[in-house]
């Protein structure tokens, strides 16, 4: 398959990332578990996106110097919308997250450490995914269009289901864990399973972890198929993915309190779900220029989080 990935830049990509999250594990343990406020999270969520920046600015000028400047700007507005892509999509992601710790009651404290085991699991599965979702479309391109419509088909599917709170109670993942293990109902401290009375029991941290890596694995497939459309380069596709994954924490404490004020955000990622699918579709007959793209998918994020801020949220049934 074509990359521009050499083992210069893929080892440049892989130190960035190893020292990235050891930083922030150091940093978390530094601090000592506690809840993380919006001022903290806020200003993590700038440093993960001036790193990706950064890294962004790395590769413009590494490609400019040993290819040429338009391959340079190419690939860097690729990176830049495919980044700005996943990042949007990841915020769906994060309200399913909050849903599951407040379902489960996961203390403050503990969210940081269900968090940060989410991202490295998130990582290593994107990865494999990535490479495998690249080797098809090398040996089959005709499964760009399957892409395209499955796309379509969870914008369409994202906008329908808004303002309809999953029921925990039906997931297969959970039904399965409660009928085949012995589940605790009390927490204690990060370990998985606790014995009590001579037998094992897993905690309710294990289900919660269970249940963020199918939750990774299902958004996986919805979002990266989505940045195939922008660009078939493993290299690209795997760096832009890998640090919109990396600010999830931060992002999650960020918009944990915010859910509600960004309310039309879901039909937002629906449309750009949506456009993208039919870039896809059209791919063969006309490709859409990707800073059209960049400039598609980043007013169309504006103009929903203006929206939500000025159009007040809807009652829920029984509300007041």
Excluded at 33 to 41: G, I, L, N, S
Excluded at 211 to 226: E, G, H, K, R
Excluded at 287 to 313: A, D, E, R, Y
Aim: contains cysteine; hydrophobic residues 55%; charged residues 15%.
């Amino acid at each position: 398959m074509h990359t521009i990935g050499n083992p210069w830049l893929w080892g440049g990509f892989i130190v960035v990332v190893i020292v990235a999250l050891l930083a922030d594990l150091v940093l978390m343990r530094h601090g000592g578990p506690h809840k993380v406020k919006f001022k903290e999270a806020l200003w993590w969520s700038i440093g993960w996106v001036c790193l990706a920046l950064a890294f962004n600015a790395g590769l413009w000028y590494y490609l400019k110097e040993t290819i040429d400047l338009a391959t340079a700007n190419t690939l860097g507005l690729q990176f830049l919308t495919g980044y700005l892509i996943e990042k949007a999509l990841a915020v769906d992601n994060i309200f399913v997250f909050l849903l599951i710790m407040s379902y489960f009651s996961v203390p403050e404290i503990q969210r940081q450490r269900v968090l940060i085991i989410g991202i490295i699991g998130a990582i290593f599965l994107r990865t494999i995914m990535i490479f495998a979702g690249a080797a098809l479309v090398n040996e089959f391109h005709w499964i760009l269009y399957v892409f395209g419509a499955f796309l379509l088909f969870t914008g369409w599917k994202m906008w329908s289901a808004h303002g309809e709170e999953p029921d925990l109670n039906d997931n297969p993942a959970l039904k399965f864990m409660r009928k085949h293990l012995k589940i605790s109902t009390e927490y204690n401290g990060n370990n998985l399973m606790v014995e009590k009375d001579g037998v094992n029991w897993f905690t309710p941290m294990f289900v919660v972890l269970v249940l963020i890596a199918v939750t990774d694995v299902i958004f996986a497939v919805d979002s990266i198929p989505a940045i195939f459309a922008i660009t078939t380069d493993p290299f690209i596709v795997l760096t832009s993915n890998v640090f919109a994954v990396l600010g999830l924490r931060a992002m999650f404490f960020m918009l944990a309190g915010m859910a509600d004020r960004f309310h039309l955000l879901p039909y937002g990622l629906s449309i750009i779900l949506g456009f993208i699918g039919i870039k896809m579709l059209l791919i063969d007959l006309y490709k859409i220029p990707v800073p059209v793209s960049l400039g598609v998918v980043f007013s169309i994020l504006v103009i929903t989080m203006i929206l939500s801020l000025k159009i007040p949220p809807k009652e829920k049934s029984g509300e007041g």
